[in-house]
Every structure is written in structure tokens, then in C-alpha cells.
């Protein structure tokens, strides 16, 4: 019995992939052929089936630029960089896709010693932090297995001094990729899809409007009330704004 449910597992795993793949090909087509609405809805099916990726994502933000739709454009290049990090073409394009939204907001600088920590570790993805730990732990055991088979006390110095050095760079390695991967898991970035939206200065309709933003503007989400999300701009401006109104990014 566990054998037939194996074989029916991997037949379905199979199909999935197939059909994705097809669905890729096909989507590609149809946007080599201007066909951009259609290559979307290709697209998209291989995401409900829960086949991410960065080409897929990445594709699907290429479609929804070329029919000028600031939003979901954004949106999809921001879903593919957070796949595909280190990718110079996503980031281009994601960069070309910023410049079509109204609004424009201006960051403001942090400073502080957090800044200085965070500006090192972001540095790196954290996968990448990982391997720099990897590799200065090797040289870390060739420095040890080097000090304890040298007869001379000058060699034995040098590879003791190496030693420690590479242990101290293993533990930043270690810290970096942790404190990384921590500020991208806490961080929860989103982008705005309603065509313009009052942004309130309490969770209730009837309040102040704090400010305005527009389909494409990307905030951070702080907090979740009701009907209402508390935001963040990178101005560090912050509001209440209906969650209909944005889509989380993660």
C-alpha cells in the first residue's frame, strides 16, 4: 500500500512540473507574440499551483509593465528579488517599475551604531553568510591540523595567530547570517494596489487623513488592527491603511 501511494506521489509531482513547465513555455510565447494579458494568465496559474520562482515572477512583472500597470509590475519584480536577490536584470527592471508610481518618497537616512550593523550585514544575503562561515571554518581547521603537526614554535605562532583570526571570522560570518536573515524574516514589506487611498491617522474610516499614496508605493506593514494595517514609508511616515488596499510582498 505505501508503495502504490509512493508511485502515485511521484506521478502527481511529476504532472505538476509538467504542466508548469508548460505553462512557462506557453507564457513565453505569448509574450514574445505581444500577447501580454494572456501571457499573465499563464503565468499566474503556475503560481496558484504553488510553482514559484524567480523567472516566473520576474516574467509576470515584464507583462504588467508592458500594459503600464504600476501595481502588480512592482509588485512581481519585488516577489522575484526576494527569490533572486543578487539579480542585476530584476533589479533593473524593478528599478524602471518604481519610476511609472506617483508617488515619490524620499528615504530617510538611519543612523546609529544598528545602521552600521545593518548596513555590513545586509551586505550579504544571509544563504551567502552561511558560505563565508563555511569556508573560514575549513581554513580554520587547516590552520589547527598545520599548528599541531609543526615542530617549530615560530611556525606554531603563525598558525595559532591564523587560527584565531579565522575563528573570529567565522563567528561575524555566523552573527551576519543570523542578524540577516532575522531582519528579513521581521521585515514585511507591501505594496499599495489602490489607485489612490487616504491614509488614516487612527484604524477607523472616520479619522484624519495622515496622507495620500498611490498604486505602486511600497511601505512596511507594522502592525494589523481589523480592517486596518499600520504602515511605514521609508520616509518613516505612518498611517493606517485599509488592507484591501496593499499586498504583502512575503
Given amino acids: 500500500m505505501k508503495d502504490i501511494k509512493k508511485i502515485v506521489y511521484i506521478f502527481l509531482l511529476f504532472t505538476q512540473v509538467f504542466w508548469a513547465q508548460n505553462d512557462f513555455e506557453k507564457g513565453n510565447s505569448l509574450y514574445q507574440k505581444g500577447?501580454?494579458?494572456?501571457?499573465?494568465?499563464?503565468?499566474?496559474?503556475?503560481?496558484?499551483s504553488g510553482k514559484e520562482s524567480a523567472e516566473v515572477y520576474f516574467n509576470l512583472g515584464n507583462c504588467y509593465y508592458k500594459l503600464n500597470k504600476v501595481a502588480p509590475a512592482v509588485y512581481n519584480f519585488?516577489?522575484?528579488?526576494?527569490?533572486?536577490?543578487?539579480?542585476?536584470?530584476?533589479?533593473?527592471?524593478?528599478?524602471?517599475?518604481?519610476?511609472?508610481?506617483?508617488?515619490?518618497?524620499?528615504?530617510?537616512?538611519?543612523?546609529?551604531?544598528?545602521?552600521?550593523?545593518?548596513?555590513?550585514?545586509?551586505?550579504?544575503?544571509?544563504?551567502?553568510?552561511?558560505?563565508?562561515?563555511i569556508v573560514f571554518s575549513v581554513l580554520f581547521l587547516i590552520g589547527f591540523v598545520a599548528y599541531?603537526?609543526?615542530?617549530?614554535?615560530?611556525?606554531?605562532?603563525?598558525?595559532?595567530?591564523?587560527?584565531?583570526?579565522?575563528?573570529?571570522?567565522?563567528?561575524?560570518?555566523?552573527?551576519?547570517?543570523?542578524?540577516?536573515?532575522?531582519?528579513?524574516?521581521?521585515?514585511?514589506?507591501?505594496?499599495?494596489?489602490?489607485?489612490?487611498?487616504?491614509?488614516?491617522?487612527?484604524?477607523?474610516?472616520?479619522?484624519?487623513?495622515?496622507f495620500t499614496l498611490h498604486a505602486g508605493t511600497k511601505v512596511t506593514v507594522l502592525e494589523d488592527l481589523g480592517n486596518y494595517k499600520k504602515i511605514q514609508l521609508s520616509d518613516l511616515k505612518e498611517g493606517w491603511i485599509e488592507k484591501t488596499a496593499i499586498k504583502e510582498i512575503k
Fill in 35 to 48: 500577447n501580454y494579458q494572456e501571457a499573465i494568465n499563464a503565468y499566474e496559474s503556475i503560481v496558484k
Fill in 78 to 133: 519585488e516577489k522575484a528579488l526576494l527569490l533572486s536577490p543578487c539579480d542585476s536584470e530584476i533589479q533593473n527592471n524593478l528599478s524602471f517599475a518604481k519610476k511609472m508610481a506617483i508617488d515619490e518618497i524620499a528615504e530617510t537616512p538611519k543612523v546609529g551604531f544598528s545602521k552600521l550593523i545593518s548596513d555590513f550585514t545586509s551586505s550579504f544575503h544571509y544563504d551567502t553568510w552561511a558560505w563565508i562561515a
Fill in 148 to 210: 599541531y603537526f609543526s615542530s617549530s614554535t615560530g611556525l606554531k605562532r603563525v598558525f595559532f595567530s591564523g587560527m584565531i583570526l579565522f575563528l573570529l571570522f567565522v563567528v561575524v560570518s555566523v552573527f551576519s547570517g543570523f542578524y540577516e536573515k532575522s531582519r528579513i524574516n521581521n521585515d514585511r514589506p507591501a505594496i499599495v494596489f489602490a489607485d489612490v487611498i487616504a491614509v488614516k491617522s487612527e484604524p477607523n474610516a472616520s479619522a484624519q487623513d495622515a
